[in-house]
């Protein structure tokens, strides 16, 4: 594990004035150009690898935290930042009469394109069946509860787990249940844009928000042609992470989308931020 310490004297402040998620929130948007990625991922399909936008960019922003914004992959347990141990990535699905779930992905910085989308598409699959749903599971024994008691169910489960940082192995939550990051994908209901919410109860530092991919006119080389265009944005948590975080990953996310091959072996071992 890196033996950074993240606890500056603003990060204990932030840790202390801010209230998740009512007043602690940043966000970023950014355009991005993905013509020539929706080209590769084409390629990649006819490859037999049936990879989307959404696993590609899941990927790139695991290896962003990974090589250049490691403050990224942190959470505040009883007033301090810690470090994650390792970068997981959750992904939230569209389940079958439009609820939403999610699947977690472990160790997302270390895969490659292929490993990644064989191991998101297997377990939406398990997940639309009901076989495999963290989320799904803890929503149902949440919502068996009548009302009040379900109120305070939460509020002691969020006590425990988030800000005690205890965890409760017997129903499998903790204060990591929901990794370093949450995927979203809006543009697949038809949505341009949106922020998500930085849930009380998913302690991840930031969500990631893909919207709709647009053909509109860009500059290219002096010249306006049209290009595939799409809006990501991204919510952040300001206890633990500022908007210069953002802008350092938004850089890196740029370049990993002009160069996705780098993607399609694993990162070098020797410059892990994370062991």
Not at 72 to 78: A, F, H
Not at 145 to 173: A, C
Not at 217 to 239: Q, S
């Amino acid at each position: 594990m890196s033996s950074i310490d993240y606890n500056s004297n603003w990060r204990k402040v932030a840790s202390t004035i801010y209230k998740k998620p009512t007043d602690s929130k940043i966000y970023g948007t950014v355009e991005l150009d993905v013509t020539d990625l929706e080209k590769y991922i084409s390629e990649k399909r006819k490859e037999g690898i049936k990879t989307t936008l959404t696993y590609i960019l899941t990927l790139i922003v695991g290896r962003a935290i990974r090589q250049d914004v490691p403050e990224l992959n942190t959470y505040v347990k009883r007033g301090k930042i810690k470090q994650r141990n390792q970068v997981d990535a959750t992904v939230s699905v569209l389940l079958p009469g439009g609820e939403m779930g999610s699947v977690k992905v472990e160790n997302a910085d270390q895969l490659t394109i292929k490993e990644i989308t064989d191991k998101i598409a297997g377990r939406i699959r398990d997940s639309r069946k009901g076989t495999e749903n963290d989320t799904m599971q803890s929503k149902s024994m949440l919502a068996s509860f009548p009302w009040p008691f379900r109120t305070w169910l939460f509020k002691l489960y969020r006590t425990i787990t988030i800000h005690w940082g205890i965890s409760l192995p017997g129903v499998g939550l903790d204060s990591n249940s929901f990794g370093s990051y949450v995927m979203s994908n809006i543009g697949t209901v038809g949505l341009d844009t949106g922020y998500g919410s930085l849930l009380p109860s998913s302690n991840v530092s930031f969500v990631m928000v893909l919207g709709n991919v647009v053909k509109k006119p860009a500059v290219v080389n002096d010249e306006i042609v049209p290009r595939r265009l799409m809006l990501l944005a991204a919510t952040l948590d300001h206890r633990v992470v500022d908007g210069s975080h953002g802008g350092r990953m938004f850089r890196t996310i740029k370049y990993l989308i002009k160069h996705p091959e780098i993607l399609e072996t694993p990162p070098d071992s020797s410059k892990a931020a994370f062991q």
